[in-house]
């Protein structure tokens, strides 16, 4: 079976009748996608055969497993948009040639799901003027206990795009250091309503490393386990419960732009900041 991406039957078995219509019926298929769309569910489409025919498998009609497979092959190395795309090319082939629709398959999905939940925030969208203020910020942070805090919450912060209230809940636990950065376990946050965990990948960085900051920051601080960002008394001792979300900036949500600040009423200060 032919694997090009056929909009309608050529006609050739068709009444000679049918034909100028027939024409216009390739045209209107033609027009339900963008040009570039197609161009883009071909190639897509054309890799995912390769990939096929070196592994002696259908690409058309495709089983579940075999997209399942693909999917999981290709996630280290592909962006999750990429791999999103490749799977509507999939899913608009097997449609046009009439097949059922492996992508609608269970594991199909949730493989899709695990690689987002896996590798998603590895691929940080940023516009620079929002890196080169972050990196200003960084700069600017005092060579003191404190700087290293800021430092720590800015970079893992922005290079993860963790909400607050995620950074906050970390605990030494839940960061795995590795030769090409961190791996950040989240235990639930606002998207996670059935708090089901997710890893994040954040990659150390040639000008502002997120894995070097942190490991400064909990080497001064003697932080070895419990939250990572660690309330302490006035007496600037790092005590066991975590820095609550509100004494973290509240100029972006998803990443700290500047050193925390500690209302004068509090009994207690990030760790630190005390004086």
């Not at 216009?24 to 055969?49: N, P, Q």
């Not at 080497?219 to 001792?237: H, L, V, Y």
Request: hydrophobic share 45%; aromatic share 4%.
């Amino acid at each position: 079976m032919t694997t090009a991406l056929i909009l309608v039957s050529d006609g050739s078995t068709l009444p000679a009748a049918l034909g100028p219509d027939l024409a216009a019926a390739v045209d209107l298929a033609k027009a339900e996608k963008a040009a570039s769309t197609r161009k883009a569910y071909g190639t897509d489409f054309r890799i995912f055969k390769a990939w096929c025919e070196e592994r002696c498998v259908s690409a058309l009609p495709a089983a579940p497993e075999t997209v399942a497979a693909y999917l999981a092959a290709q996630a280290p190395t592909s962006k999750t948009s990429t791999l999103g795309r490749r799977v509507a090319a999939i899913r608009y082939a097997h449609k046009l040639a009439g097949l059922a629709l492996p992508t609608d398959a269970e594991g199909v999905k949730a493989t899709m799901r695990g690689i987002r939940r896996t590798y998603g925030s590895a691929r940080i969208r940023k516009a620079p003027a929002v890196a080169g203020k972050m990196l200003g910020m960084v700069a600017a942070a005092p060579d003191k206990l404190a700087g290293l805090r800021d430092r720590a919450l800015l970079l893992v912060g922005f290079g993860g795009a963790l909400r607050r209230s995620e950074l906050v809940a970390l605990d030494v636990a839940d960061i795995e250091e590795t030769e090409a950065g961190l791996l950040v376990t989240i235990r639930g946050s606002k998207t996670d309503q059935e708090r089901t965990g997710a890893t994040i990948a954040i990659a150390r960085g040639d000008v502002a490393c997120p894995a070097k900051a942190l490991r400064e920051w909990l080497d001064a601080a003697g932080i070895e386990n419990g939250p990572i960002f660690a309330r302490s008394t006035r007496a600037a001792r790092c005590g066991p419960q975590g820095l609550p979300a509100d004494r973290l900036p509240t100029s972006s949500r998803h990443m700290p732009s500047g050193p925390a600040s500690t209302p004068a009423h509090s009994q207690d200060t990030p760790c630190g900041l005390a004086s």
